[in-house]
């Protein structure tokens, strides 16, 4: 599997925020089918950082209504990875 195709997104909230400041942790959205070794080589490949530890949350899905209709958003996988001391990954350059 490709480095790109594991990783889809970097998951931006409050509380991974917090994690970043406080554990240097860092959050994305993955692969459903990506296993804890194809992400962290994923990240130290992308991001040329060392990783300490990946922790994976499969993520449930919600009901949507849209009109009268009754929907699911699906299913999703979310990665938790600690960096090394002194690593970092700036995902707003300049802000």
């Keep these: 599997m490709n480095a790109y195709d594991v990783i889809r997104k970097p998951l931006v909230t409050e509380k991974s925020n917090i994690g970043r400041e406080a554990q240097n942790l860092v959050t994305f959205a993955v692969d459903p089918h990506a296993s804890k070794p194809e992400i962290r080589n994923a990240v130290e ?6 990783v300490l530890d990946v922790r994976t949350l499969r993520m449930p899905r919600k009901s949507r209504r849209v009109g009268k209709t009754m929907g699911y958003k ?3 996988k979310k990665a938790v990875v600690r960096l090394a001391e002194g690593q970092r990954i700036e995902f707003f350059e300049g802000v």
């Design 74 to 76: 699906p299913r999703w």
């Design 45 to 50: 490949q992308l991001f040329s950082v060392k």
